[in-house]
């Protein structure tokens, strides 16, 4: 996400590389195939690193899972107090 006129919005590179790490995942690859396949893509990390680890891969999954499972999508989540 990057921040604009003071709201997230969402960050195309970095939407992307999410989207292919849970693809990845959802196909059964494990945590340290798909830091490889990062890797040897030159995909970088959100700090702009060239080196992902299985355990960076898997804090990106954990909130993804979590956000998927909070809120159905029929909610609007700015109502819920």
Do not use: F
């Amino acid at each position: 996400m990057k921040v604009r006129k003071g709201h997230a919005v969402p960050y195309s590179p970095e939407q992307r590389t999410i989207k292919l790490i849970c693809h990845l995942r959802n196909e059964g690859w494990s945590l340290r195939k798909i830091a490889d396949h990062l890797n040897k893509h030159g995909i970088q990390t959100k700090a702009g690193a060239s080196n992902w680890k299985a355990e960076t891969v898997r804090r990106i999954l954990i909130p993804t899972r979590l956000h998927d499972m909070a809120i159905p999508s029929h909610h609007d989540s700015r109502n819920l107090t």
